[in-house]
């Protein structure tokens, strides 16, 4: 059984791209996991994919996107089994109709772009946040996800949200 993740975030340019990488990356044959935000900007944050490849995950073929593009079947015809919130601000919105009935927990980070420092600190606050995502999604991959129900599943998302 795979499910499908989706992670949001506002500008999909950081904590969202970090979780999609570290889910696609430790998820392969559970999880097929995907990013989007409300209000997306351009590109990636660059020091999002260095920190990817700096744990040894892929940095290649990320891109900010809008999770208009998860809402409508003719342009993803998959539904969504979880979603995921990683910031304060995707979580307070009022979110799209996404196709299927996903399960929906916040787990938010902080914004690692928003630290101020020099750059060995910025890298320490993209790793820090890296860690937590890191932690609470090979959680998520630790449970018997085949022999949990939709109630079941929908607590321990809550609960992996604390760690």
Not at 53 to 79: A, I, L
Not at 142 to 159: A, G, T, V
Request: with cysteine; aromatic share 8%.
């Amino acid at each position: 059984m795979t499910l499908t993740v989706l992670v949001l975030c506002t500008h999909n340019t950081c904590r969202s791209i970090m979780a999609e990488g570290i889910l696609n990356h430790y998820g392969k044959d559970k999880i097929l996991a995907f990013s989007a935000g409300s209000f997306p900007e351009e590109k990636v944050n660059p020091m999002s994919l260095a920190t990817l490849k700096r744990h040894g995950m892929s940095d290649q073929g990320y891109r900010s996107k809008s999770w208009d593009e998860f809402v409508s079947n003719n342009h993803f015809p998959q539904s969504i089994d979880i979603l995921i919130t990683v910031c304060d601000n995707a979580a307070g919105e009022v979110c799209p109709i996404f196709p299927g009935k996903p399960l929906k927990t916040h787990w938010g980070v902080p914004d690692p772009s928003r630290f101020q420092g020099l750059a060995p600190d910025v890298e320490a606050e993209f790793d820090r946040v890296f860690f937590i995502l890191e932690r609470r999604f090979k959680a998520l991959l630790d449970l018997p996800l085949e022999d949990l129900d939709r109630d079941d599943l929908q607590r321990k998302l809550n609960e992996i949200g604390t760690l």
